[in-house]
């Protein structure tokens, strides 16, 4: 017990007593003409942003908006459009050039009876092949290095590893070889560094990288200097980075861990030039994050399969916000798994994409929009901190500060499981107190919302004998 009580002195909790700094509610989500229809399994896998401010949607449909498009087309604002003959397989990933050029890649083979292997480029009016294409596998990451280089990774359909491709402007080479696992995502720093991410073990000879690493201009790879991932509490899954995004000072990442680096972070932290960083509680419990996209300020938006953000416990259905400090819903999300958002910060109209048929509370399968302004900036929030007091767990008793006439409780497992939620009348402001169960053993966070207030601790649950 004397171990417990050490333990508890020496958290200190941040009670976060904050207004929201955009309400986004679902009166801010709109659908965009229509949803995705067809395809083996429909849905909007893929999104860019033209310089025009058009957007492209890329996944498995074989109509969008009751517009008939293979697999990928285009929204001027107002209508869908085909492009060109489209891809005869499913779309993972695009992205828009220093140039203003436009590539996919994918599993498809073809545009019509052109040629295409799972990477092409748009030219305003078809698709073109990039070489020869690359002849295996599913390519799910791209970008361009400062000497021109594309760079392209995936899967492997059979096997454990992953694989690396480069072509140079003529012809396609080997990358370094991916060692147990996958590429999920690539993108260019501004000294000229390619930054892989994904559920790899190491690329090349390079020592241990797993997760991330990076690889110079030659060719050569590195370990990530603030290091890789660690560990994944959710039964079955590999710890990975599945996404990257970059703001002017650094990057958020992505994914399936619960450390990175010397962080513990629960699937999402923020590299700042130094060191990862955590994001409060993150997403604890999430099966897989999808994507991030930064928000232009200091925050970044987040995509998976999730259902909660905390310390709040705010129910955030498969996607939700970062503000920089604070974790925020975006109205009732979505009802199934986001894959990808892309947020148009001149519109300030955030575009969600996945295998949803339901966004915001409009009936829409794998696309819809939401207007989210963050133009003012990121706002401090108050907090407070104590030494356990607000929160402390004696034997099954859990005392609490309330400040308000209602109260809910929650424990939550730090694999994001809800061990516990009830919700009780307190007659008045000030400590109350709570009986629980038996949870079982084992560290957990209990959250109590009372009033405007939401605090949160760690505290550890012992099982009754």
Known sequence: MNIIKQFLTVVILALSIYEPLFAVTDEDWFVLGGGAAGGLYTGVRALAILPNGDLVAGGDFTSIGGVSANNIARWDGATWYPMGEGLDSVVLTMSVDGDGTLYATGGFKKSGSTSAARVASWDGSKWNSIGTGIDTGAVCAITKD?????????YLYTGYDGFLKKFDGTSWSDGPMVHHGDIQSLVTTPDGKVIAAGAFDSLGTSSYCHGI?????????????????????????????????????????????????????????????????????????????????????????????????????????????????????????????????????????????????????????????????????????????????AISLRGNELSFTASGEEASVSIVALNGRMLFKQSLKTTSAGMQSVTLPDLGAGMAIAVVKSGTTTISNIVSLKASR
Not at 146 to 154: A, F, I, P, T, V
């Open 146 to 154: 400062s000497s021109g280089n594309l760079w392209c990774g995936g």
């Open 213 to 389: 690493a990076v690889i110079n201009p030659d060719g050569t790879v590195e370990p990530f200097i603030g290091g890789g991932t660690n560990y994944c509490s959710n039964e079955g899954l590999l710890s990975s980075v599945s996404d990257i995004a970059l703001t002017p000072s650094g990057f958020f990442v992505t994914g399936s861990f619960d450390t990175i680096g010397t962080a513990e972070a629960l699937n999402n932290a923020y590299w700042n030039g130094t060191s990862f960083e955590r994001m409060k509680w993150g997403t604890p419990g999430a099966w897989f994050m999808s994507d991030c996209e930064y928000d232009g300020k200091s925050g970044v938006f987040v995509g998976g399969l999730f259902s909660n953000v905390y310390p709040s416990g705010e129910t955030s259905n498969y996607l939700a916000h970062w503000t920089g400090t604070e974790w925020e819903a975006l109205g009732s999300g979505c009802n199934m798994t986001v894959t990808e958002l892309k947020y148009d910060q001149s519109k300030e109209i955030l575009y969600v994409g996945g295998d949803f048929t339901s966004a915001g509370g409009n009936t829409v399968t794998g696309i819809a929009a939401c207007r989210v302004s963050v133009s003012t900036g990121i706002s401090t929030p108050m907090y407070t901190a104590t030494r356990g007091s």
